[in-house]
C-alpha cells in the first residue's frame, strides 16, 4: 500500500468530506420536511389546525435543528461517529415524543360534536345529542384524517429509512477509511522505525566500510614491501643460480677431463694387463704341452707297440689329420701329432664344462635337458634359453639368495650339520671347489 504524504492527506480529505456531508443532509432533510409535512409546529405539542377551515389536525413537533456535538476529544472517531448519526436517536429526536403523541392521541380535538365524559347511558326517555348522520360524517372525517396521519407517517418513516441506511452507508464508508488510515499511520510508523534501523545499519557499514579501506592500505602497503623483498630475493637467487650453474659446469668439465684420462689410462692398463696375461698363459701351455710330451713320450719308449684308441683317430680327423696307415702308425712325427692333439682336447675340455650343452656326450639325445651348470654357483640351474641362473641369478652382478628352508631348518634336529656339507661335496669337487665369481677359464687355468 502507497504510503506517502499525499496518500495520507487525501485520506484525511474524505474523513473530513465525510464527517461533514451527512450532518448538511440532515439539515437539508429537516428543512424540507418542515416544508412538506409540517407547516406550523408548535412548541407546547398540542394540535392545531391547518389553514383553519379544513378541520384536519396535525400532531405537533418541535421546531428544533439538529446540532451535532463538538466534544469528541475524549472518544474515538468511530464511536463519535456512530453516536453523532445514530437513526434511532434521530427518529426519537424528529419525531413526536410518546408522551406527546399519547396526549394528541388522548386529547379530543376542538370543536368536536361528540363528548364522551358528557355520555351517559341511554334511557328511553332520553334524546339522542347527536344525529346518525353527524356521527356517520365525524367517522369518516376521523378515518380521512387517521388515514392521512398515517400516510404522512408512514412518508417520514420511509424518509427516517432512507436516511438510516445512508447513514450507515456513511459509517461504513467511515469505518473503512478509518481502518485504512490506521493501518497507513501504522505502516508510516513501521516505515519510519524501519528507516531508523537501516540509518542505523548504512552508519555501521559506513564505518565497517572505513575500517575496511584502512585495512586495505595497509595490506597494499604490506604487499608493495612484501613484492620488493619479493623481486630483490629473485634476483639473488637467480643469480645464485647462474653462479652455481657456472661453476657445475666447470666441475663436469673438469669432471670429463678427469674421466677421459682416467678412462684412457685404465684402457692401457687392462691392455698391458691383457697382452701379459697371453703372453703367461702362452709361456704356461708351452711349459704344460712340452711337460706332457716328455710324460707321454716316456710312457711310448716304455711299451714298444701303441695302440690308438678308435677316440684318438677320430680326434685327428676333427683336426683335419689325415690317418696313416698300419706301417706309418710308428712313426715318430705322427706319434708327436697325435701327442698335441690329445693335449688340445684336454685343454678344450674344462672350458666346455660349463657351456651351454644338452646334457653330456654319454646321454645321448634321450636326456635332453634345459639346464645346465652355473659358472658361479656350479648348480644346475642355469637355464640355455634364458641366458640365466635361477639359483644366483647370474649374469647379474647382485647374488641372489633365498630363505625357503628356514622352517625346516627350524624343524629339524640339532646335529653337526655333517650331511648337509656332504650332500654338497661331489658338486662341489666337480665344478674345482669354485669360489666368488671367479669363471671356469680362469679356474681352469688357475688348475
Not at 472518544?75 to 456512530?82: G, K, L, R
Amino acid at each position: 500500500m502507497n504510503t506517502s504524504p499525499s496518500r495520507i492527506a487525501t485520506i484525511t480529505s474524505k474523513i473530513v468530506s465525510l464527517v461533514s456531508s451527512p450532518l448538511r443532509q440532515l439539515q437539508d432533510g429537516m428543512t424540507v420536511d418542515d416544508e412538506i409535512t409540517l407547516r406550523t409546529r408548535s412548541g407546547s405539542g398540542g394540535l392545531v389546525s391547518s389553514e383553519g377551515a379544513s378541520g384536519e389536525y396535525f400532531p405537533a413537533a418541535s421546531t428544533e435543528v439538529f446540532q451535532p456535538s463538538r466534544g469528541i476529544s475524549d472518544e474515538s472517531i468511530p464511536t463519535a461517529v456512530e453516536r453523532e448519526f445514530d437513526p434511532i436517536g434521530l427518529i426519537a429526536f424528529e419525531s413526536p415524543s410518546k408522551s406527546t403523541r399519547a396526549n394528541n392521541m388522548s386529547t379530543p380535538p376542538r370543536g368536536t360534536l361528540l363528548d364522551i365524559d358528557s355520555l351517559s347511558p341511554l334511557s328511553p326517555t332520553s334524546q339522542p345529542k347527536y344525529t346518525e348522520r353527524e356521527m356517520t360524517l365525524l367517522k369518516t372525517q376521523f378515518d380521512d384524517r387517521t388515514e392521512r396521519q398515517t400516510e404522512l407517517l408512514q412518508t417520514e418513516i420511509a424518509i427516517l429509512q432512507e436516511k438510516y441506511a445512508a447513514a450507515l452507508t456513511a459509517g461504513e464508508e467511515m469505518r473503512s477509511l478509518l481502518g485504512e488510515y490506521e493501518r497507513t499511520m501504522a505502516q508510516v510508523v513501521e516505515i519510519r522505525h524501519q528507516s531508523t534501523d537501516q540509518l542505523g545499519s548504512i552508519e555501521q557499514l559506513a564505518q565497517e566500510k572505513r575500517q575496511l579501506l584502512v585495512d586495505m592500505q595497509a595490506m597494499q602497503i604490506a604487499f608493495a614491501n612484501l613484492k620488493q623483498r619479493y623481486d630483490e630475493n629473485k634476483t639473488m637467487n637467480e643469480q645464485l643460480r647462474l653462479a652455481n650453474i657456472a661453476a657445475l659446469q666447470t666441475d663436469l668439465q673438469n669432471a670429463d677431463r678427469r674421466y677421459e684420462t682416467l678412462h684412457s689410462h685404465a684402457e692401457l692398463k687392462l691392455q698391458e694387463a691383457n697382452e701379459e696375461l697371453y703372453r703367461l698363459q702362452t709361456t704356461l701351455e708351452i711349459e704344460l704341452s712340452a711337460t706332457r710330451a716328455k710324460l707321454h713320450k716316456s710312457e711310448l719308449k716304455g711299451n714298444q707297440s701303441v695302440n690308438f684308441p678308435a677316440q684318438d683317430i677320430e680326434s685327428a680327423k676333427f683336426c683335419g689329420i689325415k690317418p696313416l696307415a698300419s706301417q706309418d702308425i710308428n712313426n715318430t712325427g705322427y706319434q708327436v701329432s697325435l701327442i698335441l692333439m690329445g693335449m688340445l682336447l684336454e685343454y678344450i675340455s674344462p672350458l666346455t664344462r660349463g657351456s651351454v650343452t644338452k646334457g653330456t656326450t654319454s646321454f645321448g639325445e634321450r636326456h635332453t635337458k634345459g639346464h645346465t651348470l652355473c659358472r658361479r654357483c656350479g648348480n644346475r640351474s642355469f637355464h640355455k634359453q634364458k641366458k640365466t641362473c635361477s639359483q644366483c641369478a647370474y649374469p647379474a652382478a647382485k647374488l641372489r639368495s633365498f630363505n625357503w628352508s628356514v622352517k625346516g631348518k627350524r624343524r629339524k634336529t640339532t646335529g653337526t650339520g655333517r650331511m648337509r656339507h656332504l650332500k654338497g661335496m661331489a658338486r662341489r669337487f666337480k665344478n674345482g671347489f669354485r669360489e666368488g665369481v671367479a669363471t671356469p677359464k680362469v679356474a681352469a687355468k688357475q688348475d
